[in-house]
């Protein structure tokens, strides 16, 4: 780490940020929740809103097919994907 104050301080922004996105998702999904209900679970629209039901088939639970058992399917995965997850825990470094 080459600047200890200002990694914690961006540490910070990043976790306010991770916050406001939380609420920003918990509010979004009440406000569909209540766009879905005034539109009775069907595609609808209004002064120039369209709000759209979409439908995709489900994932495929591949371990229930009896044919692919015993099969390696790691050699058909494309490559991994990384991600950062930032915590706080209050306990400071010694």
């Known amino acids: 780490m080459t600047n200890k104050n200002q990694w914690v301080i961006t540490a910070q922004e990043l976790l306010d940020i991770q916050d406001k996105i ?3 998702k918990n509010r979004k999904l009440k406000v569909e ?3 879905r209900e005034l539109s009775n679970n069907e595609s609808a629209s209004g002064d120039g809103y369209r709000y759209s ?3 995709r088939p489900g994932s495929v639970e591949y371990k229930l097919i009896p044919e692919i058992k015993g099969i390696d399917l790691d050699q058909y995965r494309k490559d991994e994907v990384n991600y950062w997850k930032l915590s706080y825990t209050k306990q400071f470094d010694i």
């Open 22 to 24: 939380k609420f920003l």
């Open 53 to 55: 039901k979409f439908s």
């Open 33 to 35: 929740v209540n766009l």
